[in-house]
């Protein structure tokens, strides 16, 4: 069974047991979702051979005032995912946005904890999205609190 597959039925299976459906993967291995009606959400497994996952957010456009700030304290949180839950950041040049991204094994993986890692990818995702709106200032975009897994807030 390939990793497209595995994260198929893996999918089917936690639409089954929560009731919402996110769709199925495309035959590129790709899926989009909105979530919270305003986060583009992906999830892709690039290739059959491939046994690794990603999930990514597109968390807006990259700010251009005071930018240095906010780039320091972005490379503070990714420093070994201690305020990211593991998640990184990075910048999709085409689109000049910020995008919070997560990698993930495919192969093992049970359904409950794939549900876990969407779990915690959106409540990081929810909360970096809040420090990282519009006119909030670059150095207070820090998370303090520990990242926590959170069931149940994916859909």
Partial sequence: MTSREILSLLLRDIAARQGANLGELDQNGRLSFLYREDINVGLECPEDGNTLACLFADLGAV???RREGLF???LVANFLGRET???CFGIDETKKTLVLWFR???NGLHSEE???I???FLRITDQ???RLLPGAPAE???ITEPIEEVPGIWV
């Fill in 118 to 120: 969407l779990n915690n």
């Fill in 85 to 87: 839950g593991g998640a």
């Fill in 140 to 142: 207070e975009i820090s």
């Fill in 63 to 65: 700010r251009f005032f």
């Fill in 104 to 106: 993930f094994e495919v």
């Fill in 128 to 130: 970096w999205d809040e």
């Fill in 72 to 74: 320091h304290s972005l």
């Fill in 114 to 116: 794939l549900e876990t």
